[in-house]
């Protein structure tokens, strides 16, 4: 479940940058969450049927909701980044606090996924393709060049 195609976000100044969520994933989530409702409304009479509809339109909207609230999932500045920490909070962190940035790959029942790992020492930011609406090498890539431009190289 994903738009399918990563959005080309021009830069707001050649030193920052901002990944966000892609839009169409978001909407297909709402209208994911409206249709599982819908459903539950239709199940009433079947008790079983209408708690699992019930449990699956929460999940579906607490992620929904999560996008709505925190778009943003990491943004870059020639100071360091902001990435999302929780539910939908968010965690400053500067370009000195970060050992590391790196891709990372993982497979599981023979699918492929690709993250942004932020490693500070004492914490761990993994973000998908999905959070960042792009390439994780090509935002590990922009994130080594901002760092770099910043002068924290």
């Not at 000195?96 to 599981?108: A, H, L």
């Not at 914490?123 to 393709?129: A, G, H, I, K, R």
């Amino acid at each position: 479940m994903r738009s399918g195609a990563f959005s080309e976000q021009p830069a707001a100044s050649p030193t920052s940058r901002r990944w966000r969520v892609s839009p169409g994933f978001t909407a297909l989530k709402c209208a994911v969450t409206v249709l599982l409702a819908l459903a539950a409304v239709l199940l009433a009479e079947d008790r079983p049927a209408l708690s699992a509809a019930l449990v699956a339109t929460v999940v579906a909207g607490a992620y929904a909701l999560r996008d709505l609230l925190a778009p943003v999932r990491l943004a870059a500045d020639p100071d360091g980044v902001t990435v999302v920490a929780g539910y939908a909070g968010h965690r400053r962190l500067e370009w000195s606090q970060i050992e590391r940035v790196r891709v990372e790959s993982r497979t599981r029942a023979g699918l492929r996924s690709e993250y942004v790992e932020i490693d500070t020492g004492d914490m761990l930011y993994l973000l998908s393709n999905y959070d960042l609406n792009a390439r994780p090498a090509d935002v590990a890539d922009e994130l080594v060049r901002i760092r770099t431009a910043g002068g924290s190289g």
